[in-house]
């Protein structure tokens, strides 16, 4: 298998994920504005509180959504911007080791390998007409 097309999936795989997380981190900024019934009551917030962490999250989202579509561009932006949420998901995940053990296991390995396509293929320009 050449190394392009490796390449191209790792990058692929990079996008996808990057625009699934930006989807259901627009839902969730959305309905944590709304001060949706889904999310728990009674919750402590370290820093402000649910609509404030709402309006961040769309926002996040929405840059994600924007570098999704940047890397299937193949643009250095969406790279950049995949990487940088990709990060701070992965922080996320780790410090949500306590209260979703699996599931914050498993995010943080999806983050890592999202970082890995994008910063050891995401620089190619790939040829889709050979």
């Not at 917030?45 to 769309?58: A, M, P, Q």
């Amino acid at each position: 298998m050449d190394d392009d097309i490796k390449g191209a999936g790792w990058v692929m795989f990079a996008g996808v994920m990057i625009f699934i997380v930006a989807t259901l981190n627009v839902i969730w900024g959305i309905a944590a504005i709304d001060n949706a019934n889904f999310f728990l009551e009674d919750q402590r917030f370290i820093i402000s509180d649910l609509n404030t962490w709402g309006w961040i999250i769309l926002i996040v989202g929405i840059l994600q959504f924007i570098a999704a579509f940047s890397i299937w561009a193949g643009g250095g932006f969406g790279r950049w911007i995949g990487v940088l949420t990709a990060g701070i998901g992965a922080i996320g995940a780790l410090l949500s080791i306590p209260g979703y053990p699996f599931w914050s296991l498993a995010i943080f390995a999806i983050d890592v390998l999202v970082i890995y396509g994008l910063l050891a293929y995401g620089g190619q320009r790939f040829d889709r007409t050979a």
